[in-house]
């Protein structure tokens, strides 16, 4: 399935003008995952880096959270439209859960966030394609800007934190000494992907929280922030 299709809309302007156009649709797929031979879950998303958005989803669910401990991913197409596809998965027996050491995100500054801030309306293609996508960034924040690693695209705001996530797991990243960057409204459940990933913050460049968002951040230990159109950073966690 593409990540994107031109498809014919009608088009009526106010005064009953009617034409056909080209529109260009993100592509969505539904993406059944197996776990050592049992369906866990079914995530929307768009159908790129999906062997990263598998590692990611796994590492929330607490399934696995090292690259060896994922001895397969093996993706394949459930139907003929490609509407639905499975993930089957050989995850090792997980390890005993340690707490995962965070760098202290305070005593860097705030340098990375401008930056990434920037960088983030820059580099988003499918974005620009479809004005239909969230993004997430998995980056390095540093005293005097920031190392990206990572950039993902998905339909979803949960999906593209999966994507990053998993990127840096299938590449064995330490997360401690990253901080992802998102765009939208930051729900509970992206905090606590963020928390389980060990990652320093979540940030967004749409300083929109929920309040289990922050309470969620606060509990794990994540700095959650926002930076606003003028540049003003909000720390909510």
């Known amino acids: ?14 005064d009953g003008e009617v034409t056909n156009k080209p529109y260009t649709a993100m592509g969505e797929a539904l993406l059944e995952i197996s776990v050592n031979g049992n369906v866990e879950g079914t995530v929307p998303c768009t159908p790129e880096h999906l062997e990263e958005l598998v590692a990611g989803w796994l590492c ?9 401990e994922i001895t397969d991913i093996d993706i394949r197409q459930a139907n003929e439209s490609g509407s639905h596809l499975a993930a089957d998965t050989a995850v090792a ?3 005993k859960q340690v707490m995962k050491t965070r760098g202290n995100i305070h005593a860097i500054g705030w ?15 499918l974005r620009q394609e479809t ?9 390095v924040p540093e005293e005097k800007g920031y190392k990206v690693l990572f950039h993902s695209e998905d339909a979803g705001r949960h ?6 996530v998993g990127w840096g797991i299938l590449h064995d990243i330490e997360l401690g000494a990253c901080v992802l960057y998102t765009s939208g409204r930051v729900s509970e459940t992206m905090v606590e992907k963020a928390v389980a990933s060990g990652v ?10 929920s309040t289990g968002a922050v309470e ?15 540049g003003t950073i909000l720390i909510f966690a």
């Open 93 to 95: 027996a997980h390890g």
């Open 1 to 14: 399935m593409k990540t994107s299709d031109s498809i014919e809309v009608k088009y009526i302007t106010r």
């Open 131 to 139: 004005k239909a996508t969230h993004s997430c960034i998995l980056a």
């Open 60 to 68: 929330y669910k607490g399934l696995a959270d090292k690259s060896s």
């Open 159 to 164: 999906s593209a934190i999966d994507k990053a």
């Open 200 to 209: 320093m913050a979540l940030a967004t460049g749409k300083p929109l929280v």
């Open 111 to 125: 340098d990375w966030l401008y930056g990434l801030d920037g960088y983030f309306e820059k580099e988003r293609p």
């Open 216 to 230: 969620a951040a606060a509990q794990g230990g994540l700095m959650l922030a926002g930076i606003d159109r003028s």
